[in-house]
């Protein structure tokens, strides 16, 4: 939510013609991976394009690497029921929708209603549409009326205060072998010296994570960050 409000991100056209926000990879190294990373659907361009010049908080946008990044994961793991905790304008949730089976279901979760609107719009507009639901709400609210042990993939995109809560809900709600990505996980660097209420959070919730013998965890640099997290099931929780 406050990501454009940090002093340190940068915004700019890169020589793919998409943003970046992002200080901790470097730019150069940033333009060469959107530069080689295969652009989404026709849709999700636009939904790009919007954004970042409809929007007040561009950077929020996981953009092509994640979203491709995103698409990868759902393909490869199998997933068929997906939650994602921070909707926004629909880019991520469409990302996963494109690419789940035809059987397969996304519950995506905003709480806010201008953002929300912006979504079902592009969502209606997507042949993906019926995999695709989106609640309006608070997400620590809504997570905790899911079921146990029947998510299979847990995407954390939202305030970043909750991410520990969120993480606790997922845990519950993923079936044995279940998947999180927790997104800004490096949250610009800040981690490293938290100053502030949200850096803290993110520090916190990198530290439960790592102590959590049921988590088996991946630290990737992509981007801001992505905590990857395979729920055990050899390990009681
Ligand atoms: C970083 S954006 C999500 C970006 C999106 N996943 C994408 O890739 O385009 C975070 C979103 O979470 C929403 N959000 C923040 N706090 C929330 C809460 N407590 N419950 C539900 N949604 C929340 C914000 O309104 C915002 O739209």
Redesign the pocket.
């Known amino acids: 939510?406050h990501?454009d409000t940090l002093g340190s991100g940068r915004l700019g056209e890169s020589a793919a013609g998409v943003y970046s926000y992002m200080d901790i990879v470097a730019k150069e190294a940033e333009e060469y991976a959107l530069a080689h990373t295969s652009p989404l659907s026709p849709l999700l361009e636009e939904v790009e394009a919007f954004?970042l010049t409809k929007t007040a908080?561009p950077s929020?946008?996981?953009g092509r690497v994640?979203?491709r990044f995103l698409q990868l994961v759902v393909q490869l793991s199998g997933a068929r029921q997906v939650v994602?905790?921070?909707?926004?304008?629909?880019?991520?949730?469409l990302a996963m929708g494109e690419v789940l089976p035809e059987k397969g279901r996304i519950l995506t979760?905003?709480?806010?209603p201008d953002?929300a609107k912006i979504a079902r719009e592009f969502f209606t507009r997507s042949s993906s549409r019926s995999k695709i639901t989106l609640r309006l709400?608070?997400?620590?609210e809504i997570l905790k009326s899911l079921p146990d042990a029947e998510t299979d993939l847990v995407?954390i995109?939202?305030?970043k205060q909750?991410y520990t809560a969120y993480y606790r809900e997922s845990m519950r709600i993923l079936r044995n072998n279940g998947l999180i990505l927790a997104?800004?996980a490096l949250w610009y660097g800040r981690i490293f010296d938290p100053q502030d209420e949200e850096s803290r959070a993110m520090a916190d919730f990198n530290e439960l994570v790592n102590a959590d013998k049921q988590a088996e965890k991946l630290f990737l640099t992509i981007r801001d960050g992505i905590y990857v997290i395979r729920k055990r099931g050899d390990v009681a929780g």
């Not at 709400?137 to 620590?140: I, K, N």
Request: glycine share 12%; hydrophobic share 30%.
């Open positions: 939510m990501h954004t908080y929020m946008l996981t994640e979203g994602e905790i921070g909707t926004f304008t629909g880019y991520s949730a979760i905003e709480n806010n953002h709400g608070e997400a620590r995407f995109d939202a305030d909750n997104d800004n």
